[in-house]
């Protein structure tokens, strides 16, 4: 299983770091830290980064409970598609997309990756440029590498012939 250090430094660099609650487009709450959103963000409130790291966190540890209900092959994945999942947890993007789950829980990696991609939420990240795209073609890019682990652990392996 990954680390807690690892997902923490992953979100980090996706989510950057707002000690003020901003509020986007769209959007019914306001978000502050390092990504943290919901009813208790607050228009005008401010944290330290003390705070931020508490609420990533939290957060964290909130979605791996979510991953767990819904993902029960989580622990076997490659950490690379871990921290991928958590973050498409952590976004909301990946936990909104049944289909793209039930894909993952029968180990259909490939089809998973597609369906991912095929939402209303990244369509219209691409069209209006948003980093919300990259974001989740990363994600889907993941998914797919794990169809591909079994033959990369067994090319990396030695074999008898290379032992000689």
Avoid: W
Wanted: proline share 3%; hydrophobic share 30%.
């Amino acid at each position: 299983m990954i680390s807690l250090g690892k997902l923490k430094d992953h979100l980090r660099g996706e989510e950057g770091l707002k000690l003020e609650a901003y509020k986007l487009p769209g959007e019914k709450y306001f978000t502050i830290g390092y990504g943290h959103y919901g009813p208790d963000v607050k228009k005008g409130m401010k944290i330290s980064e003390e705070k931020a790291e508490k609420l990533l966190e939290k957060d964290i540890k909130d979605k791996l409970k979510l991953i767990d209900k819904s993902l029960p092959n989580f622990d076997t994945y490659t950490e690379n598609l871990q921290k991928f999942v958590v973050d498409g947890f952590f976004r909301g993007d990946l936990s909104g997309s049944p289909k793209t789950l039930k894909l993952l829980n029968e180990g259909n990696f490939e089809e998973a990756a597609q369906e991912f991609l095929r939402n209303e939420e990244y369509n219209e990240a691409v069209v209006s440029g948003s980093g919300v795209a990259s974001r989740m073609e990363d994600i889907s890019e993941a998914i797919r590498n794990e169809s591909n682990k079994d033959n990369l652990e067994a090319a990396t392996m030695p074999t008898m012939e290379t032992k000689r």
